[in-house]
């Protein structure tokens, strides 16, 4: 079967640093996707990994092991606009199929 | 167009009529995706088209769904005597090209709630 895990709710703190994991147990894997969904809108693209290690794009970071089926989310400085769900998408053996994580809903207290 | 336009934005019906939710992809993207998103679950794959064919229908939950396409552009979603379990959020993606080729990401729009009573 195909599974992808993270946690339901996490809370932070304005400024100060949140990590939020997936892991995954699916029948192929190529390639893993973070989105950002704000209440009542479109996901939008975070970042994208396939090789093992750590990806930086500003703020955020998103790293990878292939062989623990795992991957987080970094957010640094955290600030109220990143209070969001952050859905984890993982690219399985087709080239359009995704299997979606449930999403982790992110609450930023100031 | 600057986005992934889906129409209506909120939509509620009573239980047994039909409905038809629209999407209109971003200019040139050729692979366009539904999804269905229902609180607290993943989102749940029904169709995906290249061009104008749908070469997975896969993911439509039962016959009182169906897709299409026209002009590699506009797409349609329709739900047939609609029942109260089929209340979610239906929410459109496409991308250039042949899918997830190199990491291309799915641009979404912000879906359609649908409410059967």
């Known amino acids: 079967g195909q599974n992808i895990d993270q946690p339901t709710e996490m809370t932070a703190t304005e400024g100060a640093i949140v990590q939020i994991n997936c892991t995954y147990q699916t029948s192929g894997f190529n390639g893993l996707f973070w989105y950002q969904q704000h209440a009542g809108e479109a996901p939008t693209f975070l970042s994208y990994n396939v090789l093992d290690g750590l990806e930086e794009k500003g703020r955020f970071s998103s790293f990878l092991s292939r062989s623990k089926g795992y991957s987080y989310l970094l957010l640094k400085e955290l600030q109220m606009k990143d209070s969001a769900s952050y859905l984890c998408a993982v690219r399985v053996d087709s080239n359009y199929q995704l299997i979606w994580g449930a999403g982790t809903k992110l609450i930023i207290k100031p | 167009g600057a986005g992934v336009s889906q129409s209506p934005s909120n939509k509620v019906t009573e239980k047994g009529k039909d409905v038809e939710l629209r999407c209109d992809p971003i200019?040139?993207?050729?692979?366009l995706y539904w999804y269905r998103q229902s609180l607290g679950q993943g989102l749940e794959f029904l169709i995906y088209?290249?061009?104008?064919?749908?070469?997975?229908k896969s993911g439509l939950p039962s016959d009182r769904f169906s897709a299409e396409r026209t002009g590699g552009s506009v797409s349609t979603l329709t739900i047939q005597r609609t029942q109260q379990e089929d209340s979610a959020v239906y929410l459109c993606a496409s991308s250039p090209g042949a899918g997830l080729r190199k990491g291309s990401p799915l641009h979404f729009g912000n879906g359609t709630r649908l409410t059967v009573t």
């Open positions: 200019s040139g993207h050729t692979a």
């Open positions: 088209f290249q061009g104008n064919s749908a070469p997975d």
